[in-house]
RNA sequence: CGGGGUGUGGCGCAGUUGGCUAGCGCGCGUCGUUUGGGACGAUGAGGUCGUGGGUUCGAGUCCCACCACCCCGACCA
């Protein structure tokens, strides 16, 4: 991508609204545009990013055996009511009518219809186990957005949903699901901990919030340096020492970047989704859900990489691999540009007619894993720099593809 | 929703006790000089001052209402 056609021009001025400082940086460097509040626009870059993060994600979820699938957003009353939701939801149901006046709730989140879904197409314990995921915009009535990316109104979140003949099968499956989460987090390059959380409007009985520490995070955790135990302040609100090794317990901020959730029958039951078991027996489902927002997580990475010139991107999920600049050098650099292409190597490639000192700003403001530089100093090579480090070196193309 | 705050060109801001042509920096256009860390000079373009009422000879400035956005609380991926 040629950065004189890119669809992105970045701030030197911060914008006064912005406080956290995946805010700042995501609008200076024009990943996000903001629409409303807690409504915003995935830019070109942002956009990128975002379908990287989906991609790591879905590949996890692919592994454990689920199954890519969409829902309505457009979900009607009578489901809601049907397990008291319509009411209870927290945050309220973003609630639209239809022409006829008919109302319908613009999805939050998804329990409701895939339980309508499943309790109609399951019969016998031979159907079960399986699973399901999607990622989908979410609407969430909040009370009010903040921080940018981190709190908003509507979002993309991945929904994974499991369905179990007991309680063992479902316990099995949550577990093997921590582990798809915590892979997930490590590939997006952020550190997380899972940690005993309240169940909140979902509702069940056992679940687990991934939080990644970060100063900006909202929420107390308790963390045990000796075994690993950590617990949300919100369920052990007087805890002192590690209820699993009785060591003094750390208190961290950290994002919440996924919650799941054992529901085990509790939305079978109220909506009637049974199978009947090896003796004929009919019994509720069981089922799990599984949530990761991934703009939020997208913004919890530049939380946790960042520096005071822009963002640092892990490999992973930056918008482009390299960021090629050509200091007066574009005939060159056009040859470099077309090379790495060919081979592979996602490029943005700074031909633009501005200052040296204006391309490298921008440069590590949107924070590319590797910049290339091409000027007359550098002759038949080309300057090779990882973003968060100082020193470069003059390599040959070949080196240069060797170190991607 | 309770509390606090802010609305003036794309972004950041100034605008005195109301006073006539609403300024500045960044950004943008054109020309020239520049080019290894957000260059410089010249010259331009761009604003019904959030919206609607009111007070006044006169409102960006005072009053009322509304709207939007931000922060703290609460809740969440």
């Known amino acids: 991508m040629k950065q004189s056609k890119l669809f992105a021009k970045t701030l ?67 489901l809601w009511t049907e397990t008291g939701r319509w009411k209870t939801i927290d945050p309220p149901l973003f609630v639209v009518k239809d022409r006829h006046g008919k109302e319908l709730g613009l999805g939050p989140t998804h329990e409701e219809v895939i339980t309508d879904l499943i309790r109609r197409r399951i019969n016998s314990y031979k159907d079960l186990p399986f699973s399901l995921y999607q990622i ?130 509790i939305y079978s039951h109220k909506m009637k989704a049974n199978f009947v078991d090896q003796k004929g027996k009919a019994k509720p489902i069981m089922m799990g859900c599984y949530g990761i927002g991934v703009g939020r997580l997208m913004a919890t990475v530049v939380e946790s990489s960042n520096d005071k010139t822009g963002i640092i991107w892990p490999t992973s999920i930056a918008p482009f691999q390299v960021h090629l600049v050509s200091l007066k050098e574009n005939l060159k650099a056009d040859k470099i540009y077309q090379q790495l292409t060919k081979a592979g190597v996602e490029v943005l490639y700074d031909d633009r007619d501005i200052s040296a000192g204006a391309k490298f700003a921008e440069a590590d403001l949107i924070g590319i894993p590797y910049r290339l530089v091409v000027s007359q100093k550098t002759q038949n090579k080309i300057e090779f720099k990882p973003r968060g480090e100082k020193k470069a070196e003059l390599l040959s193309l070949e080196q240069v593809l060797k170190k991607l």
């Open 12 to 78: 030197k001025n911060l914008p006064k609204d912005a406080v956290t400082i995946s805010h700042q940086l995501l609008l200076r460097a024009d990943f996000i545009d903001q629409l409303a509040a807690g409504v915003y626009t995935l830019l070109p870059l942002g956009f990128r990013v975002h379908k990287k993060i989906e991609n790591i994600i879905r590949e996890e979820m692919n592994s454990l055996g689920a199954q890519e699938f969409i829902m309505p957003t457009l979900i009607p009353k009578s």
């Open 136 to 265: 989908q915009n979410k609407f969430r009535n909040e009370m009010r957005a903040t921080g940018g990316l981190l709190r908003v109104r509507e979002f993309v979140m991945k929904d994974l949903y499991s369905f179990h003949t007991d309680a063992k099968d479902l316990a099995a499956f949550y577990k093997k699901v921590t582990q798809a989460y915590k892979n997930i987090y490590q590939r997006c390059g952020v550190e997380s901990v899972m940690v005993e959380a309240s169940s909140g409007s979902i509702g069940g009985n056992e679940c687990h919030e991934f939080m990644v520490i970060a100063d900006s995070g909202e929420d107390n955790i308790l963390v045990c340096r000796e075994c690993g135990w950590a617990g949300n302040v919100e369920v052990f609100d007087k805890q002192k020492d590690c209820p699993e090794c009785k060591t003094n317990l750390e208190t961290k901020k950290g994002i919440e970047a996924g919650h799941i959730f054992k529901l085990d029958d």
